[in-house]
């Protein structure tokens, strides 16, 4: 019984030694994954990290595992986080600003291209010599430290970061005596090559020199001046690249109709003097005209018409007191015209308009008319009592 029991016994250990080998072989085929990576001693297994669980003798999974490491990278690199991150366009943990300073390449000055349009007139103020307009501005500039290459980002070449965290021109418009009531954009487009666009809208509120002397057949020309506040001209140079007679045209397309009628746009560029030294300057010079036709048919033919009236009144008789009151009535209607052109004009004008010298005249005329009127009628009342004296002397003396 022993030896049989000892025959059963070894063919039970060489089953299990049987099925322990067949587990072996399938084990070394197909390792289990571990999270720990590999604890073999040997070097037929690689390292275990990343979902890559496959030996080196299956080619198949090997491939599938790494292109699908692949897409991961593929997916971290082509997001514009990983963009920002690269041009260091973030914010720290304190949420401070991480601002570069001004682009340049040793004491070179940044050359930032300004384009202007104009889009509407919304005001022109002469009493208080105000011009007040809707422009879209487009700033351009280069910044070579901000650059990238499209092929480690998926082809990605152009990114909109805020503009908080960008160096961007300290330029202002030397006639505006208002901020801007716009909101500014928070985003900029930033190019692979370094190139920075920023376009802003704004309703300027300017100043600017009326001439009113040809009122309501006025020509005004207004300017908007851009130049840096802090930076002099060996630092930062503005300059323009659009074409101004495209510009033009592309205002009196989408131009709005209003009092005034755009007639030009043109623009120039110079060095001035400042307090802390020289500076560049691109000058904008809006020419506008007046639609003069609603002035002609509300203001100047009404005082011709009062004067044509006033000359009509000849013809009521001097006797009575309607005449001298018909001339009041006119006369007091171009004065209240007069005050209505005083609450257009300003002040402190140079010359009088000639607007202001016609009503003088016709008010002159009516005024001169007047005075005819009442000496006519103290010169008939007097002739009137001379007569009636006569007659009552007559009356006398035909009684005695």
């Keep these: 019984m022993s030896l049989g029991g000892s025959q059963s016994t070894r063919s039970e250990l060489m089953q299990t030694r049987g099925e322990s080998t067949q587990k072996g072989l399938w084990a070394e085929s197909n390792p289990a994954p571990s999270c720990y990576g590999s604890t073999n001693q040997d070097s037929k297994y690689p390292k275990l990290q990343q979902g890559n669980y496959t030996n080196q003798n299956d080619t198949n999974t ?5 292109q699908s490491e692949g897409v991961m990278n593929h997916v971290a690199d082509c997001s514009h986080r990983a963009i920002y991150n690269r041009l260091n366009l973030v914010k720290d943990n304190n949420n401070s600003k991480i601002r570069p300073s001004r682009p340049s ?5 940044t050359y930032v291209n300004v384009d202007m349009r104009l889009y509407a007139i919304l005001e022109v103020n002469e009493k208080k010599q105000q011009f007040v307009s809707y422009i879209w501005v487009t700033l351009r500039w280069y910044d070579k430290d901000i650059t990238w290459n499209p092929a480690d980002f998926c082809n990605i070449g152009k990114i909109y970061p805020p503009s908080d965290v960008l160096w961007t021109p300290d330029l202002t418009i030397e006639e505006m005596i208002e901020d801007n009531k716009v909101p500014m954009s928070p985003y900029v487009a930033l190019d692979y090559d370094g190139e920075v666009y920023l376009q802003r809208n704004m309703v300027v509120v300017s100043s600017c020199r009326m001439e009113v002397y040809k009122f309501p057949f006025d020509v005004q020309n207004c300017k908007l001046s851009f130049k840096s506040i802090a930076h002099s001209s060996e630092n930062l140079k503005i300059t323009t690249s659009a074409d101004s007679k495209w510009s033009m045209e592309w205002s009196l397309e989408r131009m709005t109709q209003s009092e005034w009628l755009f007639v030009n746009f043109n ?3 110079k060095v001035v003097e400042d307090h802390n030294g020289y500076k560049t300057m691109l000058i904008y010079t809006i020419t506008m005209k007046r639609r003069s036709a609603l002035y002609i048919a509300n203001f100047l033919l009404p005082i011709m018409f009062f004067l044509g009236l006033d000359l009509a009144s000849f013809g009521i008789s001097d006797s009575g007191g309607e005449k001298l009151g018909f001339k009041v009535t006119v006369l007091l209607a171009v004065t209240v015209m007069q005050l209505i052109l005083n609450d257009i004009l300003p002040a402190s004008s140079d ?15 009516m005024m001169l008319s007047l005075v005819e009127t009442i000496l006519m009628m103290y010169l008939l009342g007097k002739d009137a009592a001379v007569e009636e004296n006569r007659e009552d002397e007559e009356q006398r003396r035909s009684e005695y």
């Design 351 to 365: 010359r009088i308009p000639l607007i202001a010298i016609y009503c003088i005249g016709v008010f002159g005329l």
């Design 62 to 66: 090997t491939v599938v595992n790494q």
């Design 267 to 269: 623009r120039n560029e």
């Design 105 to 109: 390449r040793s004491s070179s000055a």
